[in-house]
């Protein structure tokens, strides 16, 4: 038993040292707050947690016998290692695939836009047309403004585009501004939190309570919606700066059925965050 309880140890530790470099990484690089919750990332990185540092050391405590045959021993582990490697492999990819570029003004929302929302083509267009704000592998999260083309006709197409499934003006980098340029657009789009979409009414409500506790007034035109893949955030501006003084996380839709779910979420929409931003 004490031969199995070392192998164990040893391979919850190379495990989880492997597991925190990938997703420490990812983190600190594309998805620190607040892309790490609008994207969802968690759930992947929940699998993740559950097959290289749970699933894999588990099986080596049932495999490692101090009497079984060295090659055999290698042969087992070298499996369970293999099967952890695939599954590493695969998260790391999808995080890196879905990885946050930009934080976009588009129209009346703010809208978090991941590496897989652009298409080869979009790109080469963006090379071509307007490379200073072009997505590249190595680019970090970058908050910008993406308004439609001044061209009615350019901006017709996008809108049927959307209208039929296709590609939004958010996944358009040639069409891309900086984002002091368009910050006259977003004072136009700021409302009270009551008049905000995406939140229930009771979201509203809580997230109101929120900002009074923050010093914030939530009847000010000073809230927009932030989305994503995953929840949305309430990003809360300086009326006269349009600097960001809070994003605040909802709590979860509570039905009637459903009163006593989501609490750790409840809690966590408690806690205030900040991120910086461009200044202007």
């Not at 097959?51 to 079984?68: E, F, H, Y």
């Not at 049927?160 to 939004?168: I, K, P, Y």
């Not at 009637?256 to 200044?279: D, T, W, Y």
Request: charged share 15%; net charge positive; with cysteine.
């Amino acid at each position: 038993m004490r031969f199995r309880l070392r192998a164990f140890g040893w391979h919850v530790l190379a495990s989880a040292s492997v597991l925190t470099l990938v997703l420490g990484s990812l983190y600190f690089g594309w998805y620190r707050w607040p892309g790490w919750y609008i994207a969802d990332a968690g759930s992947i990185a929940l699998m993740l947690i559950g097959v290289d540092v749970t699933l894999g050391p588990l099986l080596t405590l049932i495999v490692a016998r101090s009497t079984k045959p060295r090659a055999e021993l290698v042969r087992d582990i070298g499996i369970i290692a293999s099967v952890q490697i695939c599954a590493l492999a695969y998260g790391a990819v999808s995080l890196w695939s879905g990885r946050p570029l930009y934080y976009a003004f588009s129209q009346n929302v703010l809208q978090l836009v991941q590496a897989s929302d652009f298409s080869t083509h979009e790109l080469q267009l963006a090379r071509q047309q307007h490379d200073a704000l072009r997505p590249h592998w190595y680019s970090l999260p970058r908050w910008i403004w993406a308004p439609l083309p001044a061209d009615p006709e350019e901006a017709g197409k996008i809108m049927m585009s959307v209208l039929h499934g296709g590609d939004d003006v958010i996944a358009m980098p040639r069409y891309f501004k900086q984002w002091p340029q368009g910050l006259p657009s977003l004072r136009k789009q700021l409302k009270p939190v009551k008049s905000v979409g995406y939140f229930s009414p009771g979201q509203k409500q809580a997230l109101s309570e929120r900002m009074r506790a923050l010093g914030l007034d939530p009847t000010q035109d000073n809230a927009i919606p932030l989305t994503g893949r995953g929840p949305s955030v309430l990003v809360v501006f300086d009326p006269a700066t349009l600097e960001v003084r809070r994003m605040l996380v909802s709590p979860p839709f509570r039905s009637s059925h459903s009163q006593h779910l989501g609490v750790p979420r409840f809690l966590q929409a408690l806690v205030p965050h900040k991120v910086a931003i461009p200044k202007h």
